[in-house]
Each structure stands twice: as C-alpha cells, then as structure tokens.
C-alpha cells in the first residue's frame, strides 16, 4: 500500500475541494481502484485506503464548522457505510456519491465565504474610507492574501478595489462641497486625501468637473 498513501495525495485533494475539482477527485479514487483490482489488494486495505480519504473530507468539513456526518453520510457514519460496502467497484461508486456531497458542501461555504468577504470589506470602506486605507491594509484586516482579495473584489463587484475606493470618496466629496462651507483642502482631508491637488485631479477625472466647479453647479440649481 505504499505505493498509494492518502497522505502523498493530501495536497491535490485540498486543491481539488477549494477548486470545486470532481474531476480530480474522480481521477484519485479511480487510479487507485485500478491499482488495486490489477494488484488483487484485499477489500479490508481498499477500506483502509479510501477510509483515510473519507478523513480528509471530513477534515475540511470540519474546519469550515460543517458536520461531515450530516453532510458525507447524510445521518449516516460514512467509514461505517464503507466497511460494509462489498466489492471494490462498489466501494468506489460509493466514494464517488460522498465525493459529490462533498463538493455540492464546499461550493456552497466558499460561495458564502466569499460573500462575507466582499460584504466585510465593504462595510470597512464605508468606515474608514477618510484614512489612509489601501487593498493591501483591508486585506490583511480580512486575514485573506491581497492577489486573493483583489481578484475576488473584481469578480463579484465589477469594478476593482481602489476605483470602488474612489467612488465612495468622490460620492461623500461631493456631499460636503454641496452642503457645506468647507475649503476644498479641508474636503480633500475630510475623505482620506492630504493632498489638495492630487483630490481635485481625481475629482475632476471621476466627476467631469473640478471641486470649485461642481459646487458653484450645485448652488445655482438651488
């Protein structure tokens, strides 16, 4: 059984769970079935092997807070079910049915996993979008990887995490040139920029007009 321990193969399986991989997952309980109808390996090492494999299910499970009984099993312990499972053509296809339960799990925690992600990050904008935040600050705030983080952000929102950054400045920039008496300087200070020239640059790109133009619009319509 060296030739095929579950360890050597625990880095592919954990890929193939967080890439939502059946394919390779197949790919590993297949080889291995091959290698043991061809070897003529006894039934009780086969549940041994595939048991191992059902422990690194159950491990990922477990640390996304699943209940691998609930969620593998379906109410039933699922190394129990595979003890009793007969021949090793049945105790693959059995593999394949937790493989599928397993997956159908994992895509549903990383969709809600992301999702938090997205909604936290959001909510921490909107927070601190006066400070000197950046991709990288919410990242590390988020315990997630800033290549990560800054792909995840442009897939479910459409638009990249410092252009969202902007927007929210831009959106409260203009509610205080409209609203208020503030110098521009002190407006530029009051939504995260320091600089008085490099926010009316920005302002004038996101908006069509610069910060002393779009007030002046704004108290002639009133």
């Known amino acids: 059984m060296d030739e095929l321990p579950v360890s050597a193969a625990s880095s592919q ?3 193939a769970i967080s890439e939502n991989n059946e394919e390779e997952l197949v790919k590993i309980i297949e080889e291995a079935g091959k290698y043991f109808i061809s070897n003529r390996t006894h039934n009780e090492k086969v549940r041994f092997f595939y048991s191992r494999l059902i422990i690194e299910y159950s491990d990922y499970i477990q640390a996304t ?3 691998s009984l609930k969620i593998l099993g379906q109410g039933e312990n699922p190394i129990e079910k595979l003890m009793k499972t007969g021949t ?3 105790i693959i296809e ?3 049915l937790i493989t599928k339960r397993l997956l159908k ?3 549903q925690y990383q969709s809600e996993h992301k999702n938090r992600i997205i909604y936290k990050s959001r909510e921490y904008i909107v927070k601190n979008y006066n400070r000197n935040i950046s991709l990288t600050s919410v990242a590390r705030q988020l ?3 800033p290549s990560y983080f800054s792909k ?3 897939d479910v929102m459409g638009i990249n995490f410092i252009d969202y950054l902007t927007m929210i400045r831009m959106d409260k920039a203009k509610y205080y040139l409209a609203n ?3 110098k521009i300087y002190q407006v530029a200070a009051m939504v995260g920029y320091q600089n008085e020239e490099y926010f009316s640059k920005l302002f004038k790109q996101t908006i069509a007009m610069s910060p002393k133009e779009y007030r002046e619009n704004v108290l002639r319509q009133k």
């Open 143 to 145: 315990n997630v990887n």
């Open 152 to 154: 995840l952000f442009k």
């Open 180 to 182: 208020t008496d503030m």
């Open 88 to 90: 090793i053509r049945e």
């Open 65 to 67: 807070g699943g209940d």
């Open 105 to 107: 799990y994992a895509e």
């Open 94 to 96: 059995y593999l394949k």
């Open 13 to 15: 399986i954990i890929t």
